[in-house]
Antibody, heavy 121, light 107 residues
Framework: EVQLLESGGGLIPPWESLTIACAAS????????MNWVRQAPGKGLEWISS????????YYADSVKGRFTISRDNTKNILYLRMNNLRDDDTALYFC??????????????WGRGTLVTVSS | DIQLTQSPSFLSASVGDRVTITCRAS??????LAWYQQKPGQAPSLLIY???TLQSGVPSRFSGGGSGTEFTLTISYLRPEDFATYYC?????????FGGGTKVEVK
């Protein structure tokens, strides 16, 4: 089955670090760029990071730049997000999403169910 | 950064209605726009990409239009399963951004 499954979320105190993961299955993971998108409780979607298929290019939203690091292991089909110096406003459901392309047009056509990160003392 | 403004933020409608949601970009994004549907407790689901191309498996009552800075998502005949929140997303350049969302509610 083609799917993405996030894990690693939980309750974490402010200023601490956490790494969440997204396990991919059912497709050739190494040929797709991947993304993290988050959704704070009751709020909209916020793109936070992307990584190229080979892992050589990374992109970040200003809100997480310098604190979060995206990475991937194409031998294990896993996407990671290392989150440092967590703040209250990082509390959100974190989704991983696959980026597909049709001609020059990108879109996120496969999403996981998300992992909840709650930052609180 | 490119800002996307969706309108309305909330929309009350009835089964059978035709509804249109607008997404305006702060600068031209050609047709690099996608639309997603999100139901409570679920992940977003892709409806349309390249502004007007229907994703495989999405019912034909959904349609997208526009280019440049103004885009629309239309549901031609609202069905009970269409009550949800809809988001536009620009994929013209980084940082990728989403609109604020439009919640379609039962009138």
């Amino acid at each position: 089955e083609v799917q993405l499954l996030e894990s690693g979320g939980g309750l974490i105190p402010p200023w601490e670090s956490l790494t969440i993961a997204c396990a991919a299955s059912g497709f050739d993971f190494r040929t797709y760029a991947m993304n993290w998108v988050r959704q704070a409780p009751g709020k909209g979607l916020e793109w936070i990071s992307s990584i190229s298929d080979g892992g050589g290019r990374e992109y970040y939203a200003d809100s997480v730049k310098g604190r979060f690091t995206i990475s991937r292991d194409n031998t294990k089909n896993i996407l990671y997000l290392r989150m440092n110096n967590l703040r209250d406003d990082d509390t959100a459901l974190y989704f991983c999403a696959r980026r597909s392309i049709y001609y020059n047009y990108w879109f996120f056509d496969l999403w996981g169910r998300g992992t909840l990160v709650t930052v609180s003392s | 950064d490119i800002q996307l403004t969706q309108s309305p933020s909330f929309l009350s409608a009835s089964v059978g209605d035709r509804v249109t949601i607008t997404c305006r970009a702060s600068q031209a994004i050609y047709s690099y726009l996608a639309w997603y549907q999100q139901k409570p407790g679920q992940a977003p689901s892709l409806l349309i990409y390249a502004a007007s191309t229907l994703q495989s498996g999405v019912p034909s009552r959904f349609s997208g239009g526009g280019s440049g800075t103004e885009f629309t998502l239309t549901i031609s005949y609202l069905r009970p399963e269409d009550f949800a929140t809809y988001y536009c997303q620009q994929l013209n350049n980084y940082p990728l951004t989403f609109g604020g969302g439009t919640k379609v509610e039962v009138k």
